[in-house]
């Protein structure tokens, strides 16, 4: 059982089930459209400000870096081009199998409508935490058949630096733990069909090694998903309402 001092679970997201207000391909609502229009003035400032670099992605430095941690933590580390066929990012379904390039997914296709930022103890739709990866987010997978004094540390890791942070169990791992990003250049994003890179590491274990290798891919990738958002709005308990 987890400690005294466990964080609240955020509430599943409303929307999983059945969402009742209307999405397209371009998906959002009025909340969606406030989001962009904020993350839009910021990467503006930004870029006046000659800043505009801490959004373009990761560094081939930083990719190298990460990749010689994580192999010596034993993990299966790649970066692959972001795939969505099509130009089509938003697709509205939840049960729908998307043409995921990585397995948990990194990248690609995902629901109009992105998860409530959290650490949560029940599987969320990786349909929906495409999105937050989309928006800069890192999520933490885990297998169902993980420990859990090894959930126990991912949620440490997690409160370390919640904002734009996710945790979700995904069964397909078994007994092994992942952590994901999606990075790339707002200022080419879904131009000349480019997307961006996804990055995922799977690791058999949570130890020193594998914590070390997880803060150089946060620290690498953090916040610098293809759309720009920043993390003033991907904090936790944020989400679409």
């Known amino acids: 059982m987890p400690p005294k001092k466990k964080p609240r679970t955020p509430p599943a997201p409303r929307k999983v089930q059945a969402p009742k207000q209307r999405t397209d391909s371009s998906g959002g609502g009025s909340n969606r459209t406030m989001l962009y229009v904020a993350a839009g003035i910021v990467v503006v400032a930004l870029v006046a400000a000659g800043g505009f670099f801490a959004f373009a992605g990761s560094s081939s430095g930083g990719d190298k870096n990460v990749a010689s941690l994580m192999a010596a933590a034993g993990c299966n580390y790649k970066t692959v081009k972001a795939h969505v066929p099509g130009g089509q990012t ?39 935490v495409v999105h937050n990866e989309e928006h800069g987010g890192v999520v933490l997978w885990w297998g169902t058949k993980v420990p859990p004094s090894t959930v126990d540390q991912l949620r440490s890791f997690y409160n370390e630096q919640s904002d734009g942070t996710f945790g979700t169990p995904y069964a397909k791992l078994g007994t092994k733990v992942a952590i994901s990003a999606w990075t790339g250049d707002p200022a080419k994003y879904r131009q000349n069909g480019y997307y961006g890179q996804g990055h995922l590491a799977i690791c058999p274990r949570v130890d020193s090694a594998t914590l070390k290798a997880f803060e150089a891919f946060r620290k690498a990738y953090r916040g610098k998903g293809p759309e720009g958002i920043p993390l003033s709005l991907d904090k936790p308990g944020m989400g679409p309402q």
């Open 90 to 128: 938003h697709v509205n379904s939840l049960t729908k199998k998307f043409p995921w390039n990585t397995d948990p997914p990194s990248n690609g296709q995902h629901y109009p409508l992105w998860a409530v930022w959290g650490f949560y103890t029940a599987p969320v739709n990786p349909r929906m």
